[in-house]
């Protein structure tokens, strides 16, 4: 059997690779002396100099930031709304399902767990995203917290086994004794840079890459299927069938829907940085035999070429660690303001109520997590019936 070094078995391998080097090198200089800790499975590394960094930062434009971060403030007041209305309103929607009531679809919800719920080609997207969004974040925070006078204890940054982290650790005590807008200027400051990044990697991915799809990007090839055997790989690109373009992959599917399982057709695919024909005989679909397939997964969006003149798979995965960075920050600004513990928006939500009530402060802090989290739980659950494991 042929061994084959796949992008997903060459990134497991590089982490491996970097987590011995890591070990061995922490025990050969002694690098806890330095600030990092190596243990099993996870690093984190304090660093001084950040420390210093974040209070240059925060003194030298002080005016800047106070104004971005009531800017922020507002930013994550929308996004708090946001996610308490798309959790209630996807119930809503979740429920109408379950009792097969006609009503708009509703999404799928799930938890963001590698190889669980998050397929493993895209781990290497996803790990990069998450190092830029959490690392924005965390200095959002930190700067935000020094230009409010709020000392801050330790930064550094963290690695459990291959996701990438960095932290901001405040003095709790002043925290808690600063005013109530510095507070929430700072719990503000995380969500709302996520959401700038993502808008910034928006405008990166509109900007390098033509806006008229140019093909139908394959995801996953099914294994022994006929495009399997006709050497088509995962980010290939269908351009024709028979000669008729493919643009999206509706267009796919209502060509296919006219063809019969065992004609032959003809493919014009993008592969290797080169258009080529590949004859393929359809098959029946397991699941309807009178269906013709191919025997491929398409992408969610259209293939889009690049405008940087980068070959095919260096194109798509940029268009990819874009993508998913957009993706990923606008999905973590928003969960982030959700109302529930540990998340910021818990104690955005919490403080200003606090502020107004006298007593039972733990109730009132209580009864907000629980009912936020059964919104999730309940969305979760009922998804988890109708859909199984969402995967992406």
């Given at each position: ?127 990069l995203a998450v190092a830029i969004l959490i690392l924005s974040h ?60 993502a808008f910034l990697f928006l405008l990166l991915l509109t900007g ?185």
């Open positions: 059997m042929d061994f084959t070094l796949t992008p997903e078995l060459a990134f497991l391998f590089g982490v491996a690779v970097f987590w011995i080097v890591l070990y061995v090198l922490a025990y050969a200089f002694h690098l806890d002396k330095h600030g990092l800790e190596v243990k099993l499975g996870y690093f984190i590394y304090k660093s001084k100099p950040l420390n210093s960094f974040l209070d240059r930062v925060a003194s030298r434009w002080h005016t800047l930031w106070l104004v971005l971060s009531n800017i922020g403030l507002a930013f994550s007041i929308g996004l708090m709304a946001y996610s308490i209305y798309f959790f209630g309103n996807n119930l809503l929607r979740l429920s109408f399902a379950l009792a097969k009531i006609p009503a708009v679809e509703p999404a799928g919800v799930s938890l963001a767990i590698p190889v669980l719920s998050i397929r493993l080609y895209w781990l290497p997207y996803y790990f965390e200095l959002a925070h930190g700067i935000v917290a020094r230009s409010e006078g709020i000392p801050v204890l330790s930064t550094g940054v963290l690695t459990f086994l291959v996701i990438f982290g960095a932290f901001v650790e405040p003095d709790e005590k002043e925290f808690e004794k600063s005013s109530l807008l510095s507070r929430l200027r700072m719990l503000a400051a995380g969500s709302s840079t996520n959401l700038i990044t390098l890459f033509f806006p008229s799809p140019a093909g139908v990007l394959i995801q996953e090839v099914v294994p022994n299927s006929p495009a399997d055997r006709a050497g088509l790989r995962q980010w290939d690109v269908i351009k024709a069938i028979n000669g008729n373009p493919i643009h999206v992959p509706p267009d796919c599917s209502i060509y296919m829907s006219k063809v019969t399982p065992g004609t032959q057709i003809i493919l014009t695919v993008l592969h290797d940085n080169r258009e080529i024909a590949k004859n393929i005989t359809t098959e029946s679909d397991p699941n309807n035999s009178s269906r013709a397939i191919i025997g491929f997964i398409s992408s969610f969006v259209p293939y889009r070429q690049n405008i940087l003149g980068l070959d095919q798979y260096n194109g798509i995965n940029l268009f990819w660690t874009l993508f998913w960075t957009f993706w990923w920050g606008v999905n973590v600004a928003i969960f982030n303001m959700f109302p529930a513990f540990p998340f910021d928006g818990e104690k955005a939500l919490y403080y200003p109520l606090a502020s107004l009530v006298k007593k039972r402060k733990r109730e009132l802090r209580l009864i907000l997590n629980i009912l936020a989290w059964g919104l999730y739980v309940l969305n979760f659950a009922l998804s988890f019936w109708l859909y199984g494991l969402v995967r992406i």
